[in-house]
């Protein structure tokens, strides 16, 4: 581990967990199930866990890792073992970018959710945002050997994909926090959201 990865990993991804648990307890609507895909070691949906015991939280990853905090699934990256409309939520954190068909990954994830896909990605906005993100996600990723297609989509991209799929957005927001003045700056920006999902099926 390098410096910079040394850095990353001691502060940076604390900070994270704490952020990102937090916004999703408010966007996560009660007494339900949730699937985190592509979950990692599970740390965040821990935390989300302590503060929501309301819900029932399971994951699942390409990767399964020796030792992780919740219960964790494998899958092969491209068909979740579940059964349709099976879980309330199917959560989505940075993951949808490493995959190597994001929209088949999306459409997925929505054959699985009954009720919300909540989705925290990256937009591809602003001066030099491929450059920062490769960036981010080389320091945060690499080392755990995560694919790194930089499969980054602009707003329009996004869109699509939602309408394509019949998918309404009922929460967004654009000013998620994940780094402290003046790092955010530079690795906030535009480049981030946390989007919650609905249904508009027949």
Known sequence: MNPVEYAHESYAVSRR??????HFARVIPPNGSLLDVG?????LTARLAQMRPDLKIRGTDVMVRSETAIEVRPFD?????????????????DVLHHAQDPEALLEESARVARHHLVIKDHRLKGLLASQTLRFMDRIGNARFDVA?????????????AFERLHLSVESMTRTVGLYPTPLSWFFDRDLHFIARLGFSRS
């Open 77 to 93: 990256g491209v068909t979740l073992p579940e059964p349709d409309r099976s879980v309330d939520t199917v959560l989505l954190v």
């Open 148 to 160: 790194l297609p930089h499969h980054y989509w602009t707003e329009d991209q996004w869109r699509i």
């Open 39 to 43: 979950c990692g070691d599970g740390h």
């Open 17 to 22: 967990v704490r952020v990102l648990s937090e």
